[in-house]
């Protein structure tokens, strides 16, 4: 950033004479329409190990053997010179019918010098913080002739340190559940360990479940990881769209996000297939996502699974739909319904009697993909049933305003449809400035359900991508600025957008798609320049839409007003590789402060942020004087710079 503090000495602002020069203008005397209150917000879905690897703080990677029919991936043999063991994926001998194998542990040779076991890898490894309180919960039988002591312990990759260790006795030949509690000393914070489970004699034990957890957001049981949530709150979003995207499609009917199957004790979920070719726990399941947007003070947009999977199946419409409907109702009353109602009670007797407050259902995903063009249909007979039972509920399409209008949902009308925009750079520049000003003001509300600006050659399900950053560098948070702007000064019809996809684990064979918002392995996390561009936005908005307009400039941008305090905050985008000098004017504004505050995003278009390089591209705020109605302001080359004056 150090050349972004050699343009801010550069940046300046004088009155001047406004013939033929680049000038960016707000009217403050006209509004033109209200912000959408809910305009900024995230979605998510189980892709590039978002949730297991990711939020989801769980520690133990194929906690429940289910990850492989044919060996137990992740974890592996422990032993010393003087002991040995076995391991093997039992299905005959299993805790109920949701975990459908055990680890079977057979230690032949180990006495109290000479431990055997097993160890797991994590996700990427076991993240280890100094001073910290792991939870572990282990699901466990032994045969006749042994009842304990298991050791379980978190040791460094090469075995020489353990950083916490503990004992739990009482296996019988019946499963039982084990809660441990492992205490690391002080330390440096590492990823380079394993989770080990040793005996110290010989004897046969199964495990049904092995689940450990670090700390979480709000010390919730089965919760999320503090940092990724921190990033997030910083973001402030009004809504979570969830629970996809793809995930709630599934490749097949069978493997879609059959919410019914994501609830309960986490021994009662089996999992599934996730469609970006790993398997998903169900760990965060429904109520989960429920208390995270609980935990982000948003609200949820709730995707139902809508009779269309990936590969191309889809459910007719009619009779055979209905079940499918009768579980997005059922899935409705989980969220919403009081404790007399069914759903409602099982939500309180997972642990939440309080209802959700719910707007908006959307009716699956991306259906412009249904060959078979049912999605009419499909949406009609949601759409009918939903109204029918929650009038007040929000339904909305998945094919969006980037779609031909003759493919878009006729028979109804839908209260919002959900466009999006993976586009490169240089796309998003060109169409921004015209987007959504000539749409429908009485058509539906607009939903724009995924969207990012992509820098490099390749699409981001281009395989080629993999080769490329997880995370977008400044040129891209360049072409998400200009749309975020065309999408706020649209926002009293753009009524909510969200970045996607928000999160990537980095470490290798972890990602499916580029560019992701926030990347992170098992210890740290980083925001790209995309995400600091979407948060100055999201930080940063007023109620009430301002006119603006622009000449002789290639700046885009925006600005609003915050109708009780009446500051202006203007948002602008210098695309270009060089300062811009602008005539900035606030045209129809009374009192004027005679300070602003000024943040700043700039650097060079490949200037980009990285798990070791976390905060190399950040905004910097700083403080305009003597400012005036009518000012030069010079943008740093590659910029998105928010200006926020204080007026009436
Ligand atoms: O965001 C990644 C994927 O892009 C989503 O799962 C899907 O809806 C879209 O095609």
Same mark, same amino acid.
């Given at each position: 950033m150090k050349k972004l503090n050699a343009f801010l000495i550069f940046a300046t602002f004088a009155v001047a004479g406004f013939a033929a020069s680049p000038t960016f203008t707000v009217d403050a005397s006209r509004s033109v329409g209200q912000v959408s209150p809910t305009l900024y917000g995230l979605m998510t879905e189980e892709i590039n190990h978002s949730y297991d690897g990711g939020l989801y703080a769980e520690l133990i990677q194929n906690r429940a053997f289910l990850d492989s029919e044919k060996s137990p991936v992740h974890w592996s043999v422990v032993n010393d010179k003087n002991s040995a063991a076995a391991i093997a994926l039992d299905s005959s001998n299993v805790f109920n019918d949701k975990l459908t194998a055990s680890l079977r542990l057979t230690v032949t040779q180990a006495d109290k010098k000479n431990s055997a076991g097993v160890a797991n890898d994590g996700y990427w490894g076991i993240p280890v913080q100094p001073k910290t309180t792991y939870r572990a919960m282990i699901i466990a039988r032994a045969d006749a002739n042994f009842s304990g002591p298991v050791t379980v312990s978190i040791v460094s990759d090469d075995g020489k340190k353990v950083f916490a260790t503990e004992k739990f006795s009482g296996?019988?030949?019946?499963?039982?559940?084990?809660?441990?509690?492992?205490?690391?000393?002080?330390g440096t914070p590492t990823a380079q360990a394993r989770f080990v489970i040793t005996l110290n004699q010989p004897g046969t034990i199964w495990l049904g479940l092995v689940s450990l957890f670090p700390p979480t957001w709000n010390d919730q049981p089965n919760g999320f990881r503090k940092d990724l949530m921190?990033?997030? #709150?910083?973001?402030?979003?009004? &809504?979570?769209?969830?629970?996809?995207?793809?995930? #709630?499609?599934?490749?097949t009917v069978e493997t879609r996000f059959d919410w019914k199957k994501t609830i309960g004790p986490i021994e009662e979920r089996h999992g599934h297939p996730c469609p970006w070719g790993y398997r998903s726990?169900?760990?965060?399941?429904?109520?989960? &996502?429920?208390?995270?947007? @609980?935990?982000?003070?948003? @609200?949820?947009?709730?995707?139902v699974y809508a009779g269309y999977s990936l590969k191309g199946m889809h459910v007719n419409p009619g009779a055979d739909l209905e079940p499918f409907v009768q579980d997005a109702l059922d899935e409705i009353e989980y969220v919403t319904g009081d404790t007399n109602t069914t759903w409602g009670a099982q939500r309180a007797k997972d642990g939440h009697p309080a209802p959700f407050i719910l707007h908006y259902v959307e009716v699956g995903n991306e259906d412009w993909f249904d060959k078979s063009k049912s999605y009419d249909a499909r949406f009609a007979q949601f759409h009918d049933a939903i109204k029918a039972k929650y009038p007040q509920l929000k339904t909305i399409s998945t094919i969006g305003d980037d779609q031909p209008e003759k493919t878009r949902v006729k028979s109804r009308k839908p209260d919002m449809i959900d466009g999006h925009y993976y586009r490169s750079v240089d796309a998003f520049i060109q169409m921004s400035p015209d987007y959504a000003k000539n749409y429908d003001r009485n058509g539906p509300e607009i939903f724009v359900g995924e969207w990012a600006a992509y820098e490099t050659p390749f699409v981001p399900w281009d395989k080629r991508s993999q080769k490329e950053p997880p995370t977008p560098n400044l040129k891209a948070a360049i072409g998400d600025g200009v749309f975020m702007a065309a999408m706020e000064r649209n926002s009293d019809l753009i009524k909510m957008q969200c970045y996607a996809p928000l999160f990537v684990n980095v470490n290798p064979g972890a990602r499916?798609?580029?560019?992701?918002?926030?990347?992170?392995?098992?210890?740290?996390?980083?925001?790209?320049?995309?995400?600091?561009?979407?948060?100055?936005?999201?930080?940063?908005?007023?109620?009430?839409?301002?006119?603006?307009?622009?000449? $002789?400039?290639?700046?885009?941008?925006?600005?609003?007003?915050?109708?009780?305090?009446? $500051?202006?905050? #203007?948002?602008?985008?210098?695309?270009?590789?060089?300062?811009?000098?602008?005539?900035? $004017?606030?045209?129809? *504004?009374?009192?004027?402060?005679?300070?602003?505050?000024?943040?700043?995003?700039?650097?060079s278009p490949?200037?980009?942020?990285?798990?070791?390089?976390?905060?190399?591209?950040?905004? *910097?705020?700083?403080?305009?004087?003597?400012?005036?109605?009518?000012?030069?302001?010079?943008?740093?080359?590659?910029?998105?710079?928010?200006?926020?004056?204080?007026a009436h």
């Open positions: 296996l019988t030949t019946v499963w039982k559940k084990f809660d441990v509690t492992l205490k690391t000393g002080r921190q990033m997030l #709150v910083g973001l402030n979003p009004k &809504f979570l769209r969830f629970p996809g995207g793809n995930y #709630v499609e599934g490749d726990t169900d760990g965060l399941g429904l109520l989960e &996502f429920l208390q995270w947007c @609980e935990d982000m003070k948003s @609200e949820p947009v709730l995707a499916q798609w580029r560019p992701d918002m926030i990347g992170y392995d098992a210890i740290s996390a980083y925001g790209s320049p995309s995400y600091y561009a979407f948060q100055m936005f999201s930080r940063n908005v007023g109620d009430e839409i301002l006119a603006t307009a622009s000449a $002789e400039t290639a700046v885009q941008g925006c600005a609003t007003r915050d109708s009780r305090t009446g $500051e202006i905050i #203007v948002k602008l985008v210098n695309p270009q590789p060089t300062v811009e000098t602008l005539k900035l $004017e606030l045209k129809g *504004v009374g009192a004027l402060g005679a300070t602003a505050e000024v943040i700043t995003l700039s650097g490949e200037d980009t942020n990285a798990i070791n390089r976390p905060r190399h591209v950040v905004p *910097v705020t700083r403080k305009l004087r003597d400012v005036k109605a009518q000012f030069t302001y010079t943008l740093p080359a590659n910029s998105i710079v928010v200006l926020k004056f204080h």
